[in-house]
């Protein structure tokens, strides 16, 4: 069986976009449809949500995608501190 061809997501349109944007909300549970179509008084609507998302899609997305992380790069950490262990001590031990 082959695999089907995939497209970068600054080839689709707006509305293939759309239409994968929306299906990927409703997975996880979000329902645009509760917000206005188009209001510029509300904090939100529709239409600014999509095209923040394409903005989002479109320009970090393919920078993750294109991230390669060295072996000897020092990955980040919340607490990098917690990864340093003291020579010759049981990393272990409490």
């Known amino acids: ?13 707006d509305e293939e976009l759309d239409r994968y944007i929306l299906t ?13 179509e188009n209001d510029e008084s509300a904090p939100a609507d529709r239409i600014r949500v999509l095209r923040s998302a ?15 992380i060295q072996p000897e790069d020092a990955l ?3 607490f990098p501190t917690a990864l340093l262990r003291p020579e010759g ?4 031990a409490r």
């Open 24 to 36: 990927r909300l409703e997975i996880v549970g979000v329902d645009l449809s509760v917000l206005p």
């Open 1 to 13: 069986m082959s695999k089907p061809a995939s497209r970068d997501l600054a080839d689709l349109t």
């Open 89 to 92: 001590r049981d990393p272990d």
């Open 76 to 78: 980040p950490a919340l």
């Open 54 to 68: 394409r903005s989002f899609l479109r320009s970090t997305v393919p920078a993750i995608a294109e991230l390669r």
